[in-house]
């Protein structure tokens, strides 16, 4: 089969406004006087995962709905300056917006504007077909119309990811999604019982592989029946937002899965990849490249380093 694409990425393109708040939850005042400024860029989690995949060398391709309007030129553009191939299916709602107010010690909220968007959103079905068909993976966005685009990235043969962010693990919506995927990632934050979760996606579906990240304490990694620990990797400078670091993981371990490597490597250059964007402003969409990645896990990866059987529960 020819392959054109090695990540077709669905979903998740989007514009957010930052605001830096001098602490989370924001202290209840008339006003505040916000520095650096607020800012409005480009960058949703499937952009940023596009920007990643893109800049370690992955052919790469996203498919979302944007609309005709300043904040779907603002997504244009930056698939355009970063050379990433974009498919925009038109929104009449308009392009996906958020605030994100950022603490200063780089923890955030998002706040989605939901009036952009419809139960009957909908990516056009012969448009996913000819990607799949020349595509060697498909990263699917937890977005409503990328539900619907599961079955025939099925019918394709593509591998399937997904990220299910802050699932708490019971809530219906992020099921197809968890059930279908070969490739899971998720946050521990909102989860009670990390393994449980992870062990119950493998079950009930069709992964090989579950991730659960946990910010400073690294991730966890359930393959093959066995979960292990990998621990966080040192930020190479002053953490300053989180927002990405997600995206940038599932990147960076699609970049080392698709090249033939081992799970615990996939992760550990997850691990690198999220460190280094918690290290970049929020007001700037960038990721980490090939020859930087390859030398931060040239120094991680040592055999005391290899990740050690573990049970969260």
Known sequence: MRTDIDVLVLGGAGVDTIVHVPELPVPFADSHMIRPGIVTRAGQSGDFVALGTSALGLRTHHIDMLGDDPEGDLVRALHRDRGIALTAVPQPLGTKRAVNLVGPDGRRLSLYDATRSAETDRLPEATLRALAAVSRHAHVVITQPCAHALPILREAGVTI?????????????????????????????????????????????????????????????????????????????????????????????????????????????????????????????????????????????????????????
Do not use: K
């Open 161 to 313: 990811s997904t990220d299910l962010h802050d699932w708490d693990g019971t809530d219906p919506y992020h099921e197809p999604f968890a059930h279908q995927a070969d490739l899971v990632f998720l946050s521990s934050t909102a989860l009670a019982d990390p393994e449980r979760t992870m062990r119950r996606i493998t079950e009930r579906g069709r992964a090989r592989a579950v991730v659960a990240t946990a910010g400073a304490d690294g991730a966890y990694l359930l393959t093959d029946g066995a979960l292990t620990h990998v621990p966080a990797a040192e930020p190479p400078s002053p953490v300053v937002d989180s927002n990405g670091a997600g995206d940038a993981f599932a990147a960076a371990f699609l970049h080392a899965w698709l090249n033939g490597e081992p799970p615990h490597r996939c992760a550990l250059q997850g691990t690198v990849a999220g460190a280094y964007a918690c290290t970049v402003p929020s007001t700037r969409a960038d990721s980490i490249g090939q020859e930087e990645l390859r030398a931060r896990v040239a120094e991680l990866d040592r055999p005391e380093q290899e990740p050690q059987g573990v049970h969260t529960s």
